[in-house]
T-cell receptor
Framework: EAGVAQSPRYKIIEKRQSVAFWCNPI?????LYWYQQILGQGPKLLIQ????????DSQLPKDRFSAERLKGVDSTLKIQPAKLEDSAVYLC?????????????FGEGSRLTVL | GQQLNQSPQSMFIQEGEDVSMNCTSS?????WLWYKQDPGEGPVLLIA?????ELTSNGRLTAQFGITRKDSFLNISASIPSDVGIYFC???????????FGKGMKLTVNP
């Protein structure tokens, strides 16, 4: 079974530029998550989708971050314009269940460096 | 936001030793989970606990869901070099869909 796919693995941009990350969850997984992991910290939830609907985006900085999952399968997370403090690993995860058990499958992450 | 307090933050042990780590919160959680993250990878689920007082094992790993529902611990017995990594506790509160992670415990195992 293929895991959660993310791209790109690494991205370096200058502040005020934009960046987009892509995620393809495990086939059949209804729920998709984007987490931000700053160096030395645990992952922090940015947004959670169930199929193509948003379940929770309370911690997404909506003035600069946006995410979509238009067809309920793959997803894109965009940052525009980027700030220095956005440097982090952006982790995508998916889960099979509709009622959240916390059992998530994570991708390898996309490491963003903002200069 | 809700915080989970993990301790210790890091540990250095010799191969073959046992190690314990715990996670506490000021709030009640209905689910506790332990994940491990290797460098350059995403976290991988080790153990999930769904009932207060539950004690669950997975090979050399043993985890418990605290009876107060505000804490959990993870034990690793007879450590081996591949146990190196960062261990995260995570929790779900009742009525919440949001999984909250601790800051992690970095484990180093000296062969």
């Amino acid at each position: 079974e293929a895991g959660v796919a993310q791209s790109p693995r690494y991205k370096i941009i200058e502040k005020r530029q934009s960046v987009a990350f892509w995620c393809n969850p495990i086939s059949g997984h209804a729920t998709l998550y984007w987490y931000q992991q700053i160096l030395g910290q645990g992952p922090k939830l940015l947004i959670q989708f169930q199929n193509n609907g948003v379940v929770d985006d309370s911690q997404l900085p909506k003035d600069r971050f946006s995410a979509e999952r238009l067809k309920g399968v793959d997803s894109t997370l965009k940052i525009q314009p980027a700030k220095l403090e956005d440097s982090a690993v952006y982790l995508c995860a998916s889960s099979l269940d509709r009622s959240n058990t916390g059992e998530l499958f994570f991708g390898e992450g996309s490491r963003l460096t903002v200069l | 936001g809700q915080q989970l307090n993990q301790s210790p933050q890091s540990m250095f042990i010799q191969e073959g030793e046992d190690v314990s780590m715990n996670c506490t919160s000021s709030s009640i959680f209905n689910t506790w989970l332990w994940y491990k993250q290797d460098p350059g990878e995403g976290p991988v689920l080790l153990i999930a606990l769904y009932k207060a007082g539950e004690l669950t094992s997975n090979g050399r790993l043993t985890a418990q869901f605290g009876i107060t529902r505000k804490d959990s611990f993870l034990n690793i017995s007879a450590s081996i070099p591949s146990d190196v990594g960062i261990y995260f506790c995570a929790g779900l509160q009742g009525g919440s869909e949001k999984l909250v992670f601790g800051k992690g415990m970095k484990l180093t195992v000296n062969p």
